[in-house]
């Protein structure tokens, strides 16, 4: 008896040893070795891409000048780099997993940051992402906004001109430094009209110790040279003669402040209400922009509240979130449409606000900052 269980615990080592040196070998090729060669990528069987095997799909097709979207920088997180893998993909990582649902699963899309290059592959890519290029750009102005926000103004040196709609994302390259080994790449959307062709502004909110947005505070200067590429999103105003009302808090002030430019350029002038939100009243920016708007579109009011003004604040204004201050001023939502901006948790409680209010989910369209 003795003998047998000392034959058995000894063919269970010699198996976890082999399995072990196996999967390091496998591990280790994988890492170092990566020798997958040169690759090939076929796009919507019109062309074919020579890649160097191994990186990551969104860098070897940003390698080539494809831009695919994303806002997380490759980090799996923000799930906008979605493509269509028709065969070359292998099997879904566990990191894509929490981005796909069953229909996109059995649609083979895949998570581009996460799958690598390890054999040709097929892919199917919207024809509108061939439109997106990389611009080399200037920081032209810095301004403070807030305390906390920035507006920075990038022109454009090489294009000089950019195409874009009111409402759309730009991807920005921070420059490899103290907080990272590597560029990385943070989404920021346009808050300058589309007619302003040869610069865009950003609206940068600082998030403390954030990658992005301590690079801007810190390092960032008039004249530096950034790379960003673009356009990217759909969250631009739908055509129809629906009443209209924006929902923002901090930046997410930025996409609709680009759209109400335009709208002001274009003298569209239907009724529009602009709920912004914010803590105090040194949070608020723009207030006087605001009131030309008011002055240009006479349909378009800015109500601006403070959830927790301070007393020396001395607010005559809208006090409270938005969920209840909306209540105030929308009686009849039978032909409301809505646009919010903000982070996750925000953009999900004024969509529960909204449908308590009868407003159907087609009639939201949100820009999710994260
Ligand atoms: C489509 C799109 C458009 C965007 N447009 C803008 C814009 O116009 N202006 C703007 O300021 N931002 C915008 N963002 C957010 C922006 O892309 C970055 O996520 C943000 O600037 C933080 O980047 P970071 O590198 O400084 O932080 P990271 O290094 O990425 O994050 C550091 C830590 O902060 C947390 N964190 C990340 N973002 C936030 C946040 N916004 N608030 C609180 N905590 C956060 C992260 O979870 C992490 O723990 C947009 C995002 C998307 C998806
Ligand atoms: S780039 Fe954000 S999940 Fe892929």
Redesign the pocket.
């Known amino acids: 008896m003795d003998f047998a269980w000392s034959e058995f615990f000894t063919s269970i080592l010699i198996v976890s040893g082999i399995s072990g040196i196996l999967a390091t070998l496998m591990v280790i090729a994988d890492a170092t070795i990566g020798n997958y060669g040169e690759l090939k990528i076929a796009i919507n069987k019109k062309k074919e891409l020579t890649v160097e095997g191994g990186q990551p799909l969104l860098t070897a097709l940003k390698n080539k000048s494809i831009f695919i979207p994303s ?3 490759g980090r799996g997180s ?1 799930g ?1 780099c979605k493509l269509k893998v028709d065969s070359g993909g292998g099997d879904i990582l566990s990191t894509e997993l929490p981005w796909l649902d069953d229909k996109e699963k059995a649609e083979k899309i895949r998570l581009s940051c996460q799958l690598k290059v390890k054999q040709n592959m097929e892919l199917t890519i919207p024809e509108e992402l061939f439109n997106v290029k990389e611009y080399k750009t200037e920081v032209s102005s810095i301004v403070n906004l807030t305390h906390d ?1 920035k507006e920075i103004t990038l022109a454009l040196l090489e294009p000089a001109e950019i195409e874009f709609k009111a409402g759309q ?1 730009i991807q920005m390259e ?1 420059p490899e430094y103290d907080l990272t080994d590597e560029p ?1 790449y ?4 346009i ?1 300058s009209a589309p007619s302003m062709k040869n610069s865009i502004k ?4 600082y ?1 403390p ?6 690079y801007v505070n810190r390092h960032m200067k008039v004249k530096d040279k950034v790379i960003v590429n673009g356009p990217y ?1 759909d969250f631009c105003l739908r055509n129809n003669n629906r009443e209209l009302i924006f929902m923002a808090t ?2 997410g002030m ?2 609709i402040y680009s759209i109400l430019l335009d709208m002001a350029e274009k003298g569209v002038n239907k009724k529009t209400t602009f709920f912004f939100g914010c803590k105090e009243k040194r949070d608020l920016f723009l207030t006087e922009e605001m009131k030309d708007l008011e002055r240009k579109m006479t349909g378009f009011k800015f109500v601006p509240s403070l959830s927790r003004p301070r007393e020396e604040d001395n607010w005559q204004g809208e006090t409270g979130r938005l969920n209840t201050v909306i209540k105030k001023y929308l009686s009849d939502t039978s032909e409301v449409e809505a646009y919010l901006c903000a ?1 996750t948790s925000v953009i999900e409680s004024y969509k529960n606000a909204l449908k308590e209010m009868g407003i159907p989910e087609n009639r939201i369209f949100y ?4």
Do not use: E, N, W
């Open positions: 806002a997380c920088g923000c906008l926000i994302f921070i990385v943070r989404a920021y959307s808050a950003l609206q940068i909110k998030v110790d954030g990658i992005s947005t301590t999103g901090g930046s930025a996409p982070g820009d999710d900052f994260g």
